[in-house]
């Protein structure tokens, strides 16, 4: 099985950005936590604060891969074309939110990429990344 975590804009900030919403911890040592724990699948990250960057990534693997886990991050709420990117795909998208983005600006309450997702998960801190996965499982 191979599943594909894909990470938007300023998520590579975790660990210094705002710790109150986000935690204390880096994506990258979290992965390895991830990698660790689910070890039969094969397990990849990409990280890119460019909107066209993240288009390209799901472009690439949305025909090959058994799921995507997408944070796609304040793209959420305004990219369109990542929208478009997870509809013309086969790979099942969960679309992630590390905070409960329905407690926080109104703006953060339209998503793009939901209407065309598997399934959303927000609200629960990095367990949510574990969560996506496991729905593919």
Do not use: W
């Not at 660990?15 to 990698?35: C, H, M, T, V, W």
């Not at 058994?66 to 944070?71: K, R, T």
């Not at 600006?105 to 969560?131: C, M, Q, T, W």
């Amino acid at each position: 099985m191979k599943i594909i975590i894909i990470n938007g804009p300023n998520l590579n900030l975790l660990g210094k950005r705002e710790p109150e919403i986000y935690g204390s911890a880096s994506f990258e040592d979290y992965f390895r936590d991830l990698q660790l724990k689910y070890k039969t699948i094969e397990l990849s990250y990409f990280q890119s604060n460019v909107e066209g960057e993240i288009i390209d990534k799901i472009h690439e693997v949305g025909f090959d891969y058994n799921g995507i886990v997408l944070n796609a991050a304040a793209y959420t709420h305004t990219s369109v074309g990542i929208g478009d990117a997870v509809k013309g795909i086969e790979t099942p998208v969960v679309e992630i939110h590390i905070s409960n983005i329905h407690a926080r600006e109104d703006f953060r309450h339209k998503s793009f990429i939901a209407p065309n997702a598997k399934g959303v998960i927000f609200g629960f801190g990095l367990k949510g990344y574990d969560l996506a996965i496991e729905s593919f499982i």
